[in-house]
């Protein structure tokens, strides 16, 4: 079974930083990988969707970079800003007839102004 | 246009009672996803739905768990005799069918078993 790990659980920085989600997975037979922001209390949004034959992708201060090979995917989120503050969630689309997500449990994110 | 809708956005229930949850997904939208966050855990697939094909339900932790989609949109999450580790949020996501498209989650339905 697919297993996504995410580090770290949480992270705060002052406004302005540049900063660096980690996110892994066990097996590299993935159809894509997703970013989600999660504000409290609130559903998901998607930020970013990397398919399995891309390495990254870019959305604003957003970039996604995928590793398909060593189980790897970052999300680099530049000039942090208070509104950036939400759990970010990073899901793997199995090669299944499912082709549901497989979640990690996600980075706490806080921007301080 | 409108995005994936569930009801109710919250249900406080007994233990031992049947409830329903409620999603409406994107129009035109052929997949159809539910999934269930508990406290402190990521988020779990249950069942997926696409199409006219039969539903892949490996994800239901157990018999109480059923689900059901009617004319290819709205669909139904219903949990019997509802237990205390049932309580969790509940999403729901639509996607276009195709295995790389984005999934798109509504807001959710959060559950409590008293």
């Known amino acids: 079974k697919q297993e996504v790990t995410q580090i770290p659980a949480a992270l705060s920085v002052p406004e302005g930083e540049n900063l660096v989600l980690n996110c892994s997975f066990t097996?590299?037979?993935?159809?894509?990988l997703q970013w989600f922001r999660q504000d409290p209390g609130k559903g998901l949004t998607s930020l970013l969707l990397?398919?399995?034959?891309?390495r990254e992708q870019t959305s604003g201060r957003l970039n996604a970079s995928l590793d398909k090979s060593s189980g790897r995917s970052t999300l680099y989120i530049a000039a942090s800003q208070p509104g950036d503050s939400a759990t970010y969630l990073c899901?793997?689309?199995?090669?299944?007839?499912?082709?549901?997500?497989?979640f990690g449990t996600g980075t706490r994110l806080t921007v301080i102004p | 246009g409108a995005g994936v809708s569930q009801s109710p956005s919250n249900k406080v229930t007994e233990k031992g009672k049947d409830v329903e949850l409620r999603c409406d997904p994107i129009?035109?939208?052929?997949?159809l996803y539910w999934y269930r966050q508990s406290l402190g855990q990521g988020l779990e697939f249950l069942i997926y739905?696409?199409?006219?094909?039969?539903?892949?339900k490996s994800g239901l932790p157990s018999d109480r768990f059923s689900a059901e989609r009617t004319g290819g949109s709205v669909s139904t999450l219903t949990i019997q005799r509802t237990q205390q580790e049932d309580s969790a949020v509940y999403l729901c996501?639509?996607?276009?069918?195709?295995?790389?498209?984005?999934?798109?989650f509504g807001p959710g339905t959060r559950l409590t078993v008293l």
């Open positions: 996501a639509s996607s276009s069918g195709f295995p790389t498209d984005t999934q798109y």
């Open positions: 097996d590299s037979a993935i159809y894509n």
């Open positions: 990397i398919q399995s034959s891309q």
């Open positions: 899901a793997v689309g199995g090669q299944t007839g499912a082709n549901n997500l497989f």
């Open positions: 129009s035109g939208h052929t997949a």
């Open positions: 739905f696409q199409g006219n094909s039969a539903p892949d």
